[in-house]
């Protein structure tokens, strides 16, 4: 069978289809579900028929929630046939019986019980700072949800075979999906083979609700003792798929006699949903993003992430770091406008000159050897200065400035005064409407790591072989996110070696040790620089010894011999500009252009490189303004699922990306850059052309409408 195909490519003899019986109430015990009579070859499943743990590796998640349901469409059940369309049926005809209770679905509907985790940490003496203050600046920031863009709805296909259990699904992490059917069958890890199919474009929404569907189509494999394929429906994954999970930060700032910060004060609150998944390492990543990169020692966070009964969230590129630095950067913006600055000069002033907060300590940066800022911070006034260039940033900035004031000065005039006021609906009104300068230009920076998550705590490993022919076979037990990554990898290698690139195959190696979730950023970083390695130590060996050669190497945190290597550990950083101007009827903002300058280390592939950060950003714009979705009590409603915006291509605006060179050895990560940068940018640019700032995404059109300017 193909390794690279998708789930729903899968068809086996006598496969049985599986469809999931769900939860009707967002909290309740479930009591009862009656079904309706199924003929000869169809089941149903319940939490009852569980050899093993009803939950997911590592996670209080259940299977089959067997007693407490926690959100509407929460699994309770699977029916299992040969028939979809009589299983759909079926499934129509199923009731669900609970004893319903009070939900809660965001904060401040209940007390500190849905309270899943708190994150504090202060450096410095913050109250000192705010007392001494000349003035103080503080603002409330909101993010909302965003959906992931699959190629292919979450499902899995499981099937017994010689004695094992076989799963294949899109997952970035096989090893989580391997344990949690082990678990859910009572079984060691021998019984369950998981082979990954295509991921294609996931940013970490695949991290563990794979492991979830994967479950149940092993669940329903092993007691039908038959092939079960359980893929959800286009509605089924919009509803009850992780979303990027939404944020409230408030930030508060100390400003001193030069305008610069002398105390930041932080309180933050994220939703997670259902089971809070992952809570302490989300709330690092917003604690990151939110301090950002700016010059301060007197710092204070609090941050809380809750337990609600809106579906599990997720992470979806950064793991809450583009929820952070939305809030800093909007913040930062707002404060040079509120000292009349130009908010890219502000940011080139107060740079951090050190390094960046991590965990509330600061941590140095490497020389600009290893292509890193150091201290005085060159690196961030280069990537700045390169995307004013590109952008015609300080021009448009100054130009759109002195319109906003000659707008505002209109606005303020006598109605006899103001030609356009006087007439409206004139034609000379409308023109002076459409041309007098609704545009406005935004700029940010926002870094990402490579070794920031937890998976830095597992060893990645790879193994070459090459051989008698000239082929060259690598394994790792890391998956790659799409096939332009694995091209990369394979012109690498041939590259090195010098072999036809045709004969590099990337084989995802199932025997070998658990290397943690794949990323983007960690697949660029450590497994590019493990294949490096491995490539230039058989062409070494080739002078001396027989082919087949074989050559292993593995990173870990820590150096422990000649044959390991420390994961790296580098920022990938980015300065972005967007332009805008508003559609004066619809008070819909259009995307003039954007600019991003990216410091990505060692780039294989300008091309590709180019292409992934083109689509980061245009879902980071899609999160900004364009993707309208929301949970109403606990549900997202039909019509936002039919009515869900994804650009076409005659919408997608003129995006230029500039690497600077800046001689790195190390790869770094890129591809969540935008979503750090491009939000705060895009919200500066309609603040800029309507005069008013804006603190939440996704921004809509109401929004800008009551405003007042335009209204």
């Given at each position: 069978?193909?390794?690279?195909?998708?789930?729903?490519?899968?068809?086996?003899?006598?496969?049985?289809?599986?469809?999931?019986?769900?939860?009707?109430?967002?909290?309740?015990?479930?009591?009862?579900?009656?079904?309706?009579?199924?003929?000869?070859?169809?089941?149903?499943?319940?939490?009852?028929?569980?050899?093993?743990?009803?939950?997911?590796?590592?996670?209080?998640?259940?299977?089959?929630?067997?007693?407490?349901?926690?959100?509407?469409?929460?699994?309770?059940?699977?029916?299992?046939?040969?028939?979809?369309?009589?299983?759909?049926?079926?499934?129509?005809?199923?009731?669900?019986?609970?004893?319903?209770?009070?939900?809660?679905?965001?904060?401040?509907?209940?007390?500190?019980?849905?309270?899943?985790?708190?994150?504090?940490?202060?450096?410095?003496?913050?109250?000192?700072?705010?007392?001494?203050?000349?003035?103080?600046?503080?603002?409330?920031?909101?993010?909302?949800?965003?959906?992931?863009?699959?190629?292919?709805?979450?499902?899995?296909?499981?099937?017994?075979?010689?004695?094992?259990?076989?799963?294949?699904?899109?997952?970035?992490?096989?090893?989580?999906?391997?344990?949690?059917?082990?678990?859910?069958?009572?079984?060691?890890?021998?019984?369950?083979?998981?082979?990954?199919?295509?991921t294609g474009l996931h940013m970490?929404?695949?991290?563990?609700?794979?492991?979830?569907?994967?479950?149940?189509?092993?669940?329903?494999?092993?007691?039908?003792?038959?092939?079960?394929?359980?893929?959800?429906?286009?509605?089924?994954?919009?509803?009850?798929?992780?979303?990027?999970?939404?944020?409230?930060?408030?930030?508060?700032?100390?400003?001193?006699?030069?305008?610069?910060?002398?105390?930041?004060?932080?309180?933050?609150?994220?939703?997670?949903?259902?089971?809070?998944?992952?809570?302490?390492?989300?709330?690092?990543?917003?604690?990151?993003?939110s301090v950002g990169a700016y010059?301060?020692?007197?710092?204070?966070?609090?941050?809380?992430?809750?337990?609600?009964?809106?579906?599990?969230?997720?992470?979806?590129?950064?793991?809450?770091?583009?929820?952070?630095?939305?809030?800093?950067?909007?913040?930062?913006?707002?404060?040079?406008?509120?000292?009349?600055?130009?908010?890219?000069?502000?940011?080139?002033?107060?740079?951090?000159?050190?390094?960046?907060?991590?965990?509330?300590?600061?941590?140095?940066?490497?020389?600009?050897?290893?292509?890193?800022?150091?201290?005085?911070?060159?690196?961030?006034?280069?990537?700045?200065?390169n995307v004013i260039n590109i952008?015609?940033?300080?021009?448009?900035?100054?130009?759109?400035?002195?319109?906003?004031?000659?707008?505002?000065?209109?606005?303020?005039?006598?109605?006899?005064?103001?030609?356009?006021?006087?007439?409206?609906?004139?034609?000379?009104?409308?023109?002076?409407?459409?041309?007098?300068?609704?545009?406005?230009?935004?700029?940010?920076?926002?870094?990402?790591?490579?070794?920031?998550?937890?998976?830095?705590?597992?060893?990645?490993?790879?193994?070459?072989?090459?051989?008698?022919?000239?082929?060259?076979?690598?394994?790792?037990?890391?998956?790659?996110?799409?096939?332009?990554?694995?091209?990369?990898?394979?012109?690498?290698?041939?590259?090195?070696?010098?072999?036809?690139?045709?004969?590099?195959?990337?084989?995802?190696?199932?025997?070998?040790?658990?290397?943690?979730?794949?990323?983007?950023?960690?697949?660029?970083?450590?497994?590019?620089?493990?294949?490096?390695?491995?490539?230039?130590?058989?062409?070494?060996?080739?002078?001396?010894?027989?082919?087949?050669?074989?050559?292993?190497?593995?990173?870990?945190?820590?150096?422990?011999?000649?044959?390991?290597?420390?994961?790296?550990?580098?920022?990938?950083?980015?300065?972005?500009?967007?332009?805008?101007?508003?559609?004066?009827?619809?008070?819909?903002?259009?995307?003039?252009?954007?600019?991003?300058?990216?410091?990505?280390?060692?780039?294989?592939?300008?091309?590709?490189?180019?292409?992934?950060?083109?689509?980061?950003?245009?879902?980071?714009?899609?999160?900004?303004?364009?993707?309208?979705?929301?949970?109403?009590?606990?549900?997202?409603?039909?019509?936002?699922?039919?009515?869900?915006?994804?650009?076409?291509?005659?919408?997608?605006?003129?995006?230029?990306?500039?690497?600077?060179?800046?001689?790195?050895?190390?790869?770094?990560?890129?591809?969540?850059?935008?979503?750090?940068?491009?939000?705060?940018?895009?919200?500066?640019?309609?603040?800029?052309?309507?005069?008013?700032?804006?603190?939440?995404?996704?921004?809509?059109?109401?929004?800008?409408?009551?405003?007042?300017?335009?209204?």
């Amino acid at each position: 069978m193909d390794e690279n195909c998708f789930v729903s490519d899968i068809i086996l003899p006598k496969m049985l289809h599986a469809l999931t019986v769900r939860s009707p109430v967002a909290k309740g015990r479930l009591v009862s579900i009656e079904c309706p009579e199924l003929p000869e070859g169809y089941m149903i499943i319940g939490a009852k028929d569980i050899p093993g743990k009803n939950c997911l590796d590592d996670s209080n998640i259940p299977i089959l929630a067997g007693d407490e349901l926690s959100y509407i469409g929460e699994p309770v059940a699977l029916l299992l046939g040969p028939d979809i369309n009589i299983l759909e049926e079926r499934i129509r005809n199923c009731k669900v019986i609970v004893k319903e209770g009070e939900p809660v679905f965001a904060e401040g509907e209940a007390d500190f019980s849905i309270i899943a985790a708190k994150r504090e940490f202060s450096t410095g003496d913050v109250d000192g700072a705010f007392s001494g203050a000349v003035s103080i600046i503080k603002n409330d920031y909101s993010t909302g949800i965003q959906e992931h863009w699959y190629a292919e709805p979450c499902g899995a296909v499981s099937w017994p075979e010689q004695g094992r259990i076989v799963v294949r699904t899109a997952t970035q992490w096989p090893f989580h999906v391997m344990r949690s059917v082990c678990g859910v069958l009572g079984v060691p890890a021998s019984k369950v083979l998981v082979t990954p199919t295509i991921t294609g474009l996931h940013m970490d929404g695949k991290l563990w609700y794979s492991s979830l569907v994967s479950c149940h189509a092993a669940l329903g494999a092993w007691i039908a003792k038959q092939p079960v394929r359980l893929v959800l429906t286009g509605e089924e994954d919009f509803s009850f798929s992780p979303k990027r999970f939404g944020t409230e930060i408030n930030i508060s700032c100390a400003i001193n006699e030069k305008g610069e910060i002398s105390g930041l004060d932080i309180q933050a609150v994220v939703n997670l949903g259902a089971y809070a998944v992952n809570a302490d390492k989300i709330l690092e990543f917003v604690n990151l993003g939110s301090v950002g990169a700016y010059r301060t020692k007197n710092i204070r966070f609090c941050g809380s992430a809750i337990r609600t009964n809106i579906p599990p969230q997720g992470p979806l590129a950064g793991f809450g770091l583009a929820q952070g630095f939305f809030a800093l950067e909007s913040h930062i913006s707002y404060i040079a406008d509120s000292i009349g600055q130009d908010p890219a000069q502000w940011r080139k002033q107060n740079i951090h000159a050190g390094g960046i907060f991590q965990s509330g300590t600061p941590v140095k940066k490497r020389t600009t050897a290893k292509g890193s800022a150091a201290k005085g911070s060159p690196l961030m006034h280069h990537l700045i200065d390169n995307v004013i260039n590109i952008s015609d940033y300080r021009r448009k900035w100054a130009v759109y400035e002195l319109l906003k004031s000659v707008r505002r000065k209109n606005a303020e005039a006598p109605v006899e005064q103001n030609p356009a006021h006087r007439t409206p609906d004139s034609p000379l009104g409308m023109w002076m409407e459409r041309t007098e300068g609704l545009r406005g230009i935004g700029i940010a920076l926002g870094y990402q790591g490579n070794g920031l998550l937890n998976e830095a705590m597992y060893p990645c490993s790879v193994e070459l072989t090459l051989s008698e022919k000239g082929a060259l076979v690598i394994k790792t037990g890391m998956v790659s996110s799409d096939t332009d990554h694995g091209s990369v990898l394979a012109g690498l290698a041939s590259e090195i070696l010098g072999i036809d690139k045709k004969k590099v195959r990337i084989s995802y190696n199932a025997d070998s040790q658990d290397s943690g979730p794949s990323t983007t950023s960690r697949n660029i970083a450590i497994l590019t620089r493990l294949i490096e390695q491995a490539c230039k130590a058989i062409q070494k060996r080739k002078a001396k010894e027989p082919l087949p050669i074989t050559v292993r190497k593995t990173a870990r945190p820590q150096k422990n011999n000649d044959s390991e290597e420390r994961f790296p550990n580098q920022l990938g950083w980015a300065s972005s500009v967007v332009e805008v101007e508003f559609d004066p009827i619809g008070y819909l903002p259009r995307i003039r252009g954007v600019w991003m300058c990216v410091d990505g280390g060692k780039i294989l592939s300008e091309n590709k490189a180019r292409k992934n950060l083109k689509t980061s950003v245009i879902q980071a714009l899609g999160w900004a303004y364009r993707e309208q979705i929301s949970y109403v009590d606990g549900t997202i409603p039909v019509d936002q699922f039919e009515n869900f915006d994804i650009p076409g291509l005659s919408e997608i605006p003129p995006i230029v990306i500039d690497f600077i060179n800046n001689n790195s050895e190390e790869p770094k990560g890129i591809g969540d850059l935008p979503f750090s940068c491009i939000p705060a940018a895009f919200v500066q640019a309609v603040s800029q052309a309507a005069g008013c700032h804006f603190r939440a995404i996704p921004l809509k059109a109401r929004d800008i409408f009551s405003a007042g300017r335009l209204a």
